[in-house]
């Protein structure tokens, strides 16, 4: 049980390229989040999906997309990479039971140069 | 929307001192408080939680208070270790909003030996 993936850990990126962070979950869970942490600024919510084929926007998440066409699967995609996109993005998963905790993955260090 | 707003950013204390960090929240909607711990390089790990029905609960060392009507609640750790040392997040949501949080800006603990 490896709880939440993230992958890639480290990505460099040239202002304008274009990447997909994968979030992959084994707990069968059904709400998927990703945030991201700047310094002094906590963590902050881009989208999220409260089940398969869905997807939500939440507080930043203008310059990203997502999807989630199979239940385990959250990807993250940067369509245009800016440098204000230089973050760490943290993939989280829950189950809709009430009470659940929210289980973070390890992050994704993204610096757009 | 909900703004969430912790403090000290940076707290230091001898091991075997109490820890007591503060967090303050807008929205009288919000209904659920979890506190996170982020080790270096990992990702946030929730260590405990309240609802607004309790003012207060303890796990071991650590212990939580909600005040709804100053709307402000607070991280209690007690006989601190080395191992407490980490960040710390606050965070609020309304309750059946599951995993949408609005995190605290984060207070790096550090625990003197």
């Known amino acids: 049980n490896a709880g939440v993936t993230q992958t890639p850990k480290f990505r460099v990126l040239k202002t304008g390229q274009s990447m997909t962070l994968l979030c992959a979950q084994d707990m069968n869970h059904e709400y998927m989040y990703w945030y991201r942490q700047d310094p002094g600024m906590g963590l902050r919510l881009i989208h999220y999906?409260?089940?398969?084929?869905?997807?939500a926007k939440g507080e930043v998440p203008d310059g990203y997309n997502v999807s989630r066409l199979k239940k385990q699967n959250f990807l993250l995609g940067l369509e245009s990479a800016a440098p204000s996109q230089t973050s760490v993005y943290f993939c989280?998963?829950?189950?809709?039971?009430?009470?659940?905790?929210?289980?973070f993955g390890n992050g994704t260090r993204l610096t757009v140069t | 929307g909900e703004n969430v707003e912790q403090h000290p950013s940076t707290l230091s204390v001898q091991e075997g001192d109490s820890a007591v960090i503060k967090c303050t929240y807008s929205?009288?909607?919000?209904?659920?408080f979890p506190w996170y711990k982020q080790e270096l390089g990992k990702g946030p790990q929730l260590i405990i939680d309240i609802r607004s029905n309790v003012g207060e609960k303890k796990d071991q060392r650590i212990a939580v208070t909600l005040n709804k009507t100053a709307k402000h609640f607070s991280l209690h750790i007690t006989e601190t270790q080395p191992e407490d040392s980490a960040v710390y997040f606050c965070a609020a949501s309304i309750n059946n909003q599951g995993g949408k949080l609005i995190f605290g800006q984060g207070t790096e603990l550090s625990v003197k030996p």
């Open positions: 989280a998963s829950m189950n809709r039971v009430s009470d659940s905790p929210l289980h």
């Open positions: 929205d009288s909607a919000s209904n659920y």
């Open positions: 999906s409260v089940g398969e084929g869905t997807t």
